[in-house]
């Protein structure tokens, strides 16, 4: 007769074995019928390779993203619990999270947190994507696909804003919609389907509690279910090929590949910043089951992800101004951090130039990205004639400072003297002097690169000078003389 302990595990292991179907043994088949037949596991393949896995590969900054939308999930449904989407009881109930629910403040911190965070590792996740080339066919929808997933990701958090219904948030909201207001023959509709009505009153707060809480999460989650699966289904994450001392004296190159290879995923890696690069057998590279090795680094991951944001949660309060009043403007009255470097624009360009066409143009060309060959190819830009492509560059820049000089109401100094920056570090790739690592590094770079980094450089002075450089009237500041507004 089986003691007692026999039996206790005997009915652990059926229950196991009832949920996950195989039991937890060190085999390589057991491992692959585990990922194969897990409803969370099967999105990832049964083997990767090693190289696949490396920390600085991807920082895992698409996984992260979606850990913090997890995370803003979990943290959200807890919140609903103690929140009326109602004037004023918005407000009210924002009170009583901070003084009367248990650990209400850490748990609203914990959402506002994570909802910042999540956009900035989403802008780095496309960096990253961009500047590695991983864009390339077979992946070019995939592309589109997340410039897609980053504006829902921006509108989700931006419909949180509203929420609180504080001054910080009414105001904020104020500056969004009235750019959507300026938008060329469909503005002003727009405007009225977001608010519901002509003011920002019970019928805004509601929609946009019903876009922030059902409308958008629901897009938002189909869209990275299927981002994940078009990554499965398109050969895994890009690979550069390894160097190797035979390749080039100085490094990878970058050889032009008939448009007609580019579609055999099985065959493909890329050469960094280069074109795709067809070898023969990849069968030799060392593989790895992803199960445990890759889902413990992620584990790992998601774990270090949520200690930093509780302990920010813990030491940074979220912001929550007075309660909303129609009657008294702030002054500044800013947007939230990623939409700062538009409100940045207004003051050099007509609010349907800055608020309208630049960021449309900006996703258009964005999403475009992976449809010219010339960003498919990416070769040097100083491979042929580089002395007569350093006159044209030089001439393209002067061309790009005049606009963005004489164009608007004064000259645009975030957007020219990044633009100066890259140009200069371009032209030092084209002079036959500069050796070593740098000097290969800065010849081998292709004209798409250098563009994406300008925009990164502009975007991001266009933030900081509107975020801590502007003060009343939108004047500037010095804000370690007079603080930030």
């Not at 490396?54 to 992260?64: N, P």
């Not at 009225?192 to 946009?208: E, T, V």
């Not at 007509?350 to 992976?370: E, K």
């Amino acid at each position: 007769m089986p003691s007692l302990a026999q039996t206790l595990a005997n009915a652990r292991l059926r229950v196991w074995r009832s949920v996950f179907r195989h039991g937890f043994t060190s085999s390589n088949r057991n491992r692959s019928l585990i990922v194969l037949s897990n409803f969370f596991l099967h999105f990832h393949p049964v083997k990767a390779r090693a190289r696949a896995m490396r920390f600085t590969r991807t920082f895992y900054l698409g996984g992260l993203s979606a850990a913090c939308f997890f995370i803003l999930t979990l943290s959200g449904t807890f919140l609903m619990f103690y929140y009326r989407p109602a004037v004023p009881q918005a407000y009210h109930d924002m009170k009583d999270l901070a003084f009367v629910v248990p650990s209400g403040t850490f748990l609203r911190n914990l959402h506002r947190w994570t909802a910042h965070v999540m956009i900035a590792l989403v802008l780095l996740h496309m960096a990253w994507t961009f500047l590695r080339g991983a864009y390339r066919p077979p992946r070019e929808f995939n592309w589109v696909i997340g410039v897609g997933l980053f504006v829902v990701s921006v509108l989700l958090s931006y419909t949180g804003y509203l929420l609180p219904w504080d001054q910080l948030a009414y105001w904020a909201v104020t500056v969004g919609t009235n750019m959507v207001a300026v938008t060329p023959l469909v503005g002003h509709e727009l405007r009225l389907l977001l608010l519901g009505g002509h003011a920002i009153n019970d019928n805004a707060l509601l929609r946009f509690y019903v876009l922030h809480c059902v409308l958008l999460p629901m897009v938002l989650a189909i869209g990275v279910g299927l981002h994940v699966w078009r990554v499965r289904k398109d050969g895994g994450i890009y690979l550069p090929r390894e160097a190797r001392d035979h390749d080039h004296p100085h490094g990878p190159t970058e050889a032009p590949v008939p448009p007609a290879a580019l579609a055999t995923p099985a065959h493909i890696v890329i050469v960094d910043d280069g074109a795709p690069d067809l070898v023969a057998d990849l069968g030799d590279e060392p593989m790895l089951m992803t199960f445990p090795h890759l889902l413990v680094r992620e584990l790992v991951a998601f774990l270090a992800l949520s200690l930093c944001l509780v302990l920010i949660s813990l030491r940074f309060d979220a912001p929550l101004a007075a309660l909303a009043d129609p009657s008294r403007t702030p002054n500044p009255a800013k947007a939230p951090w990623y939409f700062v470097g538009v409100q940045e624009l207004l003051q050099y360009y007509p609010p349907v130039v800055a608020g309208v066409v630049l960021p449309s143009l900006l996703v258009v060309a964005l999403a475009i990205v992976p449809y010219f060959q010339v960003n498919v190819e990416r070769p040097p830009v100083w491979q042929t004639a580089p002395f007569r492509r350093l006159a044209l560059l030089w001439l393209g820049i002067v061309a790009l400072s005049w606009v963005f000089c004489f164009t608007g109401a004064r000259p645009v100094w975030a957007i020219v003297v990044p633009l100066w920056l890259v140009g200069v570090t371009m032209s030092v790739g084209a002079l036959p002097w500069p050796s070593g690592p740098f000097g290969v590094w800065l010849r081998t770079r292709s004209l798409p690169f250098w563009i994406f980094v300008w925009f990164l450089l502009s975007a991001a002075t266009l933030t900081a000078t509107g975020f801590f450089f502007r003060g009343p009237s939108w004047s500037f500041t010095i804000p370690w003389r007079d603080g930030i507004y």
